[in-house]
Structure formats: structure tokens, C-alpha cells
């Protein structure tokens, strides 16, 4: 089973930075993508950025410009640099690793870090 492990949230004031990130352990598996997600309380879960095996990127609108995702060449850990954080960037940020197995495809996610952004 692949175990999913987030850190580096915090609180911190609008305008500042934060790096979150993500480390996979457990036996060898083939991953496909990695990415972000965040969830607000009372709201739904969204994305903020993934990439792929092929080191495409993809951001969501509001954190376009601001945020970078970036992974390890070995693909055991993805990182989100968050610049410019605003109080809307507040939430409980989850990292999500999609693994191939055979021909079946399984999400896995960490248990999330919380990010606060005071104004």
C-alpha cells in the first residue's frame, strides 16, 4: 500500500510564502501524476495543481501565477511553493498520488496540513 505523508503548513499573514510537501513510501509502485487539492471548512474539495509523468502542470485560476508544483526526479515526493498567500488560500491542503496498477488506477491521499493566511 502506498502511504502518503504531507507537511510544512502553517499560519502565516497575507503576502507571505509557504512550502508544502509531500513524501511516498511503501513498496514500488508506478506513479502517474501527483497533485494538490484543498478543502475549506463546509466546502468541497478542489484542486490546485498536478502534474503528470510527463511533467505537464496544471493550476487552478486562482492560484495561477502564484503557486508552483514541482516533483523529485525519482518521483517520491511533489512540493506546492505558495507565494503571495492570501486569506481565501486558507484551508486544509491535501496531497493525492495516482497510481497505476495493471490496467486499474487508485488515488491516494495524505492526511492533510493545515494552511491559514491571516489578514
Known amino acids: 500500500q502506498v502511504q502518503v505523508v504531507e507537511s510544512g503548513g502553517g499560519l502565516v499573514q497575507a503576502g507571505e510564502s509557504l512550502r508544502l510537501s509531500c513524501t511516498t513510501s511503501g513498496r514500488a509502485v508506478s506513479i502517474v501524476a501527483m497533485g494538490w487539492y484543498r478543502q475549506a471548512p463546509g466546502e468541497q474539495r478542489e484542486t490546485v495543481a498536478n502534474i503528470t509523468l510527463a511533467r505537464t502542470r496544471n493550476y487552478a485560476s486562482a492560484v495561477e501565477g502564484r503557486f508552483t508544483i514541482s516533483v523529485d526526479k525519482a518521483w517520491k515526493s511533489v512540493n506546492l511553493q505558495m507565494n503571495s498567500l492570501k486569506p481565501e488560500d486558507t484551508a486544509v491542503y491535501y496531497c493525492?498520488?495516482?497510481?497505476?496498477?495493471?490496467?486499474?488506477?487508485?488515488?491516494?491521499w495524505g492526511q492533510g496540513t493545515q494552511v491559514t493566511v491571516s489578514s
Open positions: 493525492n498520488v495516482r497510481v497505476r496498477f495493471g490496467t486499474e488506477f487508485r488515488n491516494f
